[in-house]
Every structure is written in C-alpha cells, then in structure tokens.
C-alpha cells in the first residue's frame, strides 16, 4: 500500500473503511513515507531607522484574533481519546504584543489557545510576516509564539511526524488548517504592530494559592528542592478535596505565581495590554467534551478583558502564556464546567490584581537570541562540569501509556503503571526507563524518525525582563533550575520569566530524580534522564552570550495529509450531540434552558480572509426603554461565546446549509426582563431570536425553543 493512495484518501471521504485508512496511514508512518511537505525560507530581518518612542523607551500595540477552525476537527493533546470538535464553549484565540526599544529592535510574543506550538508553525509565521509591508525588521529570532495548551482545540496542524499520528484522534496533516493559523497568528502580529504606539511598562508578581496542583507529588519528593518550596508554601491556603500525598499537600509542591507585564499608554495611561504568565495545565475539562475551548486560561483571560475594559477604549488584550507546568494541573474538584469557571475566574482576578499592586518599571533595550539544539546522542557538561549524555534516539517509558496521575487511559488498569522501571541501569543514556513493549515493539515507541532530534531555544530580554521560551512541558522544579541557572549569569536586577510551551514542542521534561522515578512526566521524557539538563545549560549559554543562529531556510514532512470534511461520519455523530453535550457541560435537561435554533450556511473553509466566521458568533442582549437593546453582561461578565455562558453546537447538516444550536447555559435575569440571542451568522446576516425573559422562555414550538425574529423589532 502506498503513501500516495494514504494520501488520496485524506480525511474521512468516501473510499476504504475508517479502521483501513488508519491502518494505511498508520503503515505510511511507520516506513516513514511522507505525503505532505512544510517548506519555506527565513530572509535575514532589515533593521529599521532609530526612531524616539517615548520617555520611557518604548513602543507597544497589541491585537487579538479568532482560530476558532470549523466544526469537525479532532482535538489535539488527549492523543486516541480525545474528542471531535462539533461547536464552540469558549472560542480560540491568539493575543499578540508587539514591543519595539528605541534602536527599533523588534520583540513579538504571541500566546495561542491550541494544544502546542511547534516550530514548523512559527517558522511559517515568520516566513508570511513579509506578507505585510512594513514588518521587514521582524525576523524568526524576534518571535516567541506560545500555546496555552487547551486539548480543546484542532489536532491536525502539526508539523512533526509523530505528533501528527498521534496528537488527536485522527491521523494525519492537514494544509489548510495549518496555513490558516499561520496567516491569522501572522495578522494578528501585523494589526498589534500597526497599533504601536508609546507606552510604559511594569512587571508585578501576585501570589495564586489553591488554583493549581502538582499530580506527580511522588515524583516531586525525589528533588532536593522539594522541602525548601514546601516550606515557602507552608502559610498559604492548600487544595480542597484533594488527598495528600505522603502527608504533602498537592497545592504546596507548586510555584501559584502570577507574573504579569502591564503595559499603558504612556500618554494617558490607558490600557493597552496584560501579558500574563501562570503554570498549569487547562485540563479542568473533561477529555470528552466535543466543544471547541480554552479551558480555564480562555475563561481567565477573558475574565481579565472584561474586567479591565474602559467604556471608551473597549477592552485592552489580555495574553496569558502557560510556565513550567509539566506536573501541574488545575485544583478542579470535581473535573468539570463548575470548576473550569471557578479556576478561570479565579486565575482572571489575579491577573487584575497582580496590575494593581506596586510594579518595577521596565526600562532599558531588546536583546534577543535564538538558536536549534540537537537533543539526540550530545555529551555535554553540566554547571558542575560533570559529564553527561542524551540518549541517542527517542524512546518513551511504560508510565507514559497509563497517563497521568489525574488522567488514566485505559491501559493503565492493564498494567501500564506509573513507576515501572528497569532494576538496572543502562548505559544509551536511557537510565533506568523500562520499555512499554518487549523488543522489537518497544523499538516502534515512538516509530524511528518520527519524533524531532532538535528543538529551537528563545531567549529576549525586555529591558531587565529576561524572557525564556521552553519547547515543551517542564517540571515545577527544572524550571527553578532553569531560572536559577539562567540567572546566576545576568545582573543581579534582572528577573527571568519562564514561557512553557513556547517556539517548539517536544513532549515533557523533567529533573534527572523525577526521571529516575519514572512517573508519567518522566516516562514521556524521550532523550533520557539528562535531556533537561542539557536545555538548562544552553539556555544560560544563550543568555549569557546572546547570538542568532537562524537557517535560512526550513523543512518538515509531517506525513499523511488529511483534509477537513463534514462527511458522513462525522454528520452521523452529530444525531445524539445535544444529549452528550448536556452531560459533558452539566447542565441538567436542556429543555430548562432558553434555546435557539437557526439555518446558516457553511462557513467557507479555506478562506483567505483571516477574520472570516467559521462559526456564528453569539451572545445575548437585554431591553432597556431609555437604550434599546444593549449587552447583557450581569456582574460585568458579558453573556456571550468566549466567557463560558453559552454553548454553541452543530445539529444538523443539509449540504451548504448548517444548523446551529444555542443554549444559555446558567440563565439569570430579573424576571420580566426582556432579552433576546443575537447571532451574527457566517452568511446569512444577523439573526435575532424573540424576545423571551427567564421566567417565560417555554414555547408551543417546544420547550425552551424560540423563533427567529428581526433585529430590529422593538421588544413586546
């Protein structure tokens, strides 16, 4: 079987059964056939004139963006388990900050609601930022573009081979998906360019207890600096509702920081953006939910917007970028949309309050750095000059296929525990990781060629900021490690901030001692137990002497291609969504809740509009005699699409012609108030419902349906 016809075949078309395309793609993989190819070049970045920012040094603009794709995706980060995107809970969306130091050196970071960011994608970033006059002076180096890490959003984008196979449900990669996130992350970069203007800037730092977790406390006992961050921790509130581990509380082995950057206009010091750092994973979510979302960092970053907004100005851009999170989740008891809002809103009023306490002004120049480490077969030395060595190729343990601690998968009643490893050690720089499989299997975990053999490493300085970009999923106490290393070789007033997640991706990383327990963390760390070490050491070589090592030109084969469709399939799932969307958000029966059903046509898929709908936007309004019909957002918190008040779902599929369900999920208002959906719709215009208040939604149609009435019309 060739990887052509895997490739002819795509995505869920008519051809062979479904358990035979994936065999097909599953053989392409393995024999390391390729059917797509990312390539591109990376021109050498103009600098641009001097120019005067302002007193304080600076320019700054910021600019947001929908990457909400179509339904129908499946969802990247619970691997086989995860679900099928069918509509939207909250949408996805990249916030992008553009700095810019009085030399006109460029700095960009760019936080994504996807499950990861590899490099592929930045590169391509980069490469379609000359797409928009102007922005010649920004070269790869100049971009740190991070994900938050929801498994709510697209799988399918990826550029590196395995986490094509294996990121999402389905298999394979998908162009259009992939270049459409690139152009949108590009425009957003454009708009918060073309937005800059002079500003100020401080970094705060607010203390988080109880939001989030470590899942991996055992494994955490085995660092030396456990007891100190125990001890520093001991004082504030622990986890409610969760067991301690040997006498631990879960809550106490993290870092609960939030750092932020504020950044103001520097003439009348309105808001311009809230950059955000908090390590966690936004898993609060179940893996079943069939919802597009950001989990509890898009409730929190939204939570921020909203609250922070000037009547004026409208809201400032709120970007929150995932830390050192490896071992962390999120303190939800139990799992669920409860917990997810109650975690965000929580994260969302530090970030407001951390901008509100005493701040140090940054001041001074962008310095940036960027460089590709090879992680395979390298022997190096560590801080102590001690000498070690990564394995030469990649391998998982047998603790990676039983899941974390707060997520199992099904193997792992089958044996495939946390903490399974070999008695002795073995010398390929592997130590003591025990293969999943017997040989050969064990060889096949992952499949030889499929996972990448380097990572790309950032480091820019903002003023006396230090900024680092982590390519993948470090530990609590590796990035302690890491900033402590970092730091030892700057100036003393400088602060090193961590950005998990950040340029790359290439699975977890974690402490040599938590790799010798062989947890989940370090079961999924791939080139051995000293790969950390080896990230720690070149990122304070990088930071220490900066310098860029940009190719000019980039590569990758992600494999099989896959093309979206809303084929049989996937409209056969869509026959029971309302009763499986009811149990996986908990909203009790939905005919208890106001719901409102409308036709719409297909989104177009690919567009070259970046802004273009994929899905209808929704939110409800309220009637006031003296204003007409105006947002509902009761306690400041708008009732709409991205804040986790409603959900908004794919029923039906008539060829070009889509319906879409709405429902407001914790309906509350004064009774007899009027209120009323809105829908601006993909091609059809806007669409309102009838009025209807909280206590009179219940209609001859059905329960809890309404008819579509004209925008216009007054409220009865």
Request: with cysteine; net charge negative; glycine share 10%.
């Amino acid at each position: 079987m060739s990887a052509a016809m895997t490739c002819q075949h795509g995505a869920d078309h008519l051809g062979p059964p479904a358990r035979l395309r994936r065999l097909m793609a599953t053989a392409a993989l393995l024999l390391g056939l390729g059917c797509t190819s990312v390539r591109g070049s990376l021109p050498e970045p103009e600098p641009r004139a001097p120019v005067t920012a302002s007193e304080t040094g600076w320019l700054a603009g910021a600019a947001e963006i929908d990457i909400t794709p179509p339904p129908g995706y499946a969802m990247g980060g619970h691997s086989l388990e995860g679900a099928v995107g069918f509509g939207v809970w909250t949408r996805l969306r990249a916030q992008a900050l553009y700095f810019e130091d009085t030399r006109g050196v460029p700095l960009v970071l760019v936080a994504c609601d996807l499950w990861a960011v590899e490099a592929g994608l930045v590169d391509r970033v980069a490469q379609r930022l000359r797409e928009h006059p102007g922005l010649e002076h920004i070269g790869r180096e100049h971009l740190i573009i991070a994900a938050t890490h929801t498994h709510h959003s697209p799988g399918l984008f990826s550029t590196g081979l395995a986490y094509s196979r294996y990121a999402a449900a389905d298999s394979g990669h998908d162009p259009v998906l992939f270049e459409a996130l690139a152009n949108r992350l590009a425009t957003a970069i454009a708009e918060a360019a073309a937005s800059r203007r002079p500003a100020r800037i401080q970094h705060h730092t607010v203390a988080l207890p109880a939001v989030a977790r470590n899942r991996s406390v055992e494994a955490f006992l085995h660092d030396p600096e456990a007891p100190a961050l125990l001890s520093t921790n001991a004082g504030l509130p622990g986890c409610r509702g969760q067991p301690s581990s040997g006498g631990v509380d879960p809550c106490h082995a993290v870092e609960p920081l939030v750092e932020t950057l504020h950044v103001v206009d520097a003439a009348d010091g309105r808001n311009i953006a809230v950059a955000g750092v908090f390590a966690m994973h936004p898993t609060a979510m179940p893996k079943t939910t069939e919802l597009y979302h950001g989990d509890a960092f898009g409730i929190a970053s939204t939570r921020a917007q909203t609250q922070l907004a000037d009547p004026e100005h409208g809201e400032p851009v709120v970007a929150l970028f995932n830390g050192a999170q490896g071992d962390v989740s999120p303190n939800w008891d139990p799992q669920g949309r409860p917990s997810t809002i109650e975690l965000g809103h929580a994260l969302g009023r530090a970030l407001v309050d951390a901008i509100e306490t005493p701040g140090t002004p940054v001041e001074g120049e962008i310095e940036v750095a960027f460089a590709w480490q090879t992680l395979a077969g390298q022997r190096f030395e560590d801080a102590e000059g001690t000498p070690l060595r990564t394995a030469r190729s990649a391998r998982s343990g047998k603790g990676q296929f039983g899941g974390a601690e707060d997520g199992r998968t099904w193997l792992f009643e089958r044996g495939w525990r946390e903490g399974k490893r070999n008695k002795r050690r073995r010398n390929n720089g592997q130590g003591n990781k025990r293969a999943p499989f017997p040989w050969p299997l064990s060889w096949l975990t992952p499949p030889p060629g499929s996972m990448p053999k380097a990572v790309p490493l950032s480091v820019a300085s903002l003023g006396h900021v230090t900024l680092l970009g982590l390519p993948g999923e470090f530990s609590t106490v590796l990035g302690q490690r890491i900033g402590t290393r970092v730091g030892a070789g700057l100036p003393d007033d400088r602060v090193v901030v961590r950005l998990g997640l950040a340029g790359g991706y290439l699975s977890y990383f974690t402490t040599p001692e938590e790799y010798g327990a062989q947890h989940y963390e370090g079961a999924s760390m791939l080139y051995g137990e000293h790969a950390g070490v080896l990230i720690t050491e070149r990122l304070a070589e990088l930071a220490a002497s900066p310098r860029v090592e940009r190719p000019p030109d980039f590569r990758y084969r992600p494999g099989p291609r896959r093309d979206w469709a809303m084929d049989r399939g996937r409209q056969r799932a869509l026959l029971e969504i309302e009763d499986r969307i009811a149990v996986q958000l908990d909203t009790g029966p939905p005919p208890g809740l106001p719901r409102f059903y409308l036709w719409d046509t297909a989104p177009r898929w690919p567009s070259d509009d970046p802004h273009a709908l994929t899905s209808p936007r929704v939110r409800v309004q309220a009637w006031h005699d003296d204003q007409g019909w105006q947002d509902y957002a009761p306690g400041g918190i708008p009732v709409d699409d991205r804040t986790g008040t409603l959900a908004l779902m794919l029923t039906h599929v008539q060829d070009d012609a889509w319906r879409w369900g709405v429902w407001w999920l914790e309906p509350g208002a004064s009774p007899g108030q009027p209120l009323r959906f809105i829908v601006e719709t993909v091609g059809v215009g806007t669409t309102c419902s009838e009025p209807f208040s909280t206590d009179q939604w219940f209609r001859p149609t059905g329960p809890g349906v309404l008819d579509v009435r004209p925008c216009e019309a007054p409220a009865q």
